[in-house]
Nanobody, 115 residues
Framework: QVQLVESGGGLVQPGGSLKLSCVASGSIFRFYAMGWYRQAPGKQRELVARITSNGMATYVDSVKGRFTISRDNSKNTMYLQMNSLKPEDAAVYYC?????????WGQGTQITVSS
């Protein structure tokens, strides 16, 4: 069974940057479209960025121009570069396939945006 491990979260001031990583345990990762999801308290989990197996990226409007999703299939790893962070970006961020059926949800990584 594939496992996903997210890392890179933390506390950042508004306008700051963070880079998240997602490591998958299996090489099947390279065949899947992948996504970064986030869930804020009291809200549903949402897909914020998606990348196809060959690297085509799409974003939800709220993060366009600020977030960049990428992947390195040789390392079974996906990234999310987050710039110009806003308080409304605060959430637990998760990775999974799109649709999210590649693996069970991991622990996620917490992003806090506060001055």
């Amino acid at each position: 069974q594939v496992q996903l491990v997210e890392s890179g979260g933390g506390l950042v001031q508004p306008g700051g940057s963070l880079k998240l990583s997602c490591v998958a345990s299996g090489s099947i990762f390279r065949f899947y479209a992948m996504g970064w999801y986030r869930q804020a308290p009291g809200k549903q989990r949402e897909l914020v960025a998606r990348i196809t197996s060959n690297g085509m990226a799409t974003y939800v409007d709220s993060v366009k121009g600020r977030f960049t999703i990428s992947r390195d299939n040789s390392k079974n790893t996906m990234y999310l570069q987050m710039n110009s962070l806003k308080p409304e970006d605060a959430a637990v961020y998760y990775c999974n396939g799109d649709p999210p059926v590649l693996a069970p949800w991991g622990q996620g990584t917490q992003i806090t945006v506060s001055s």
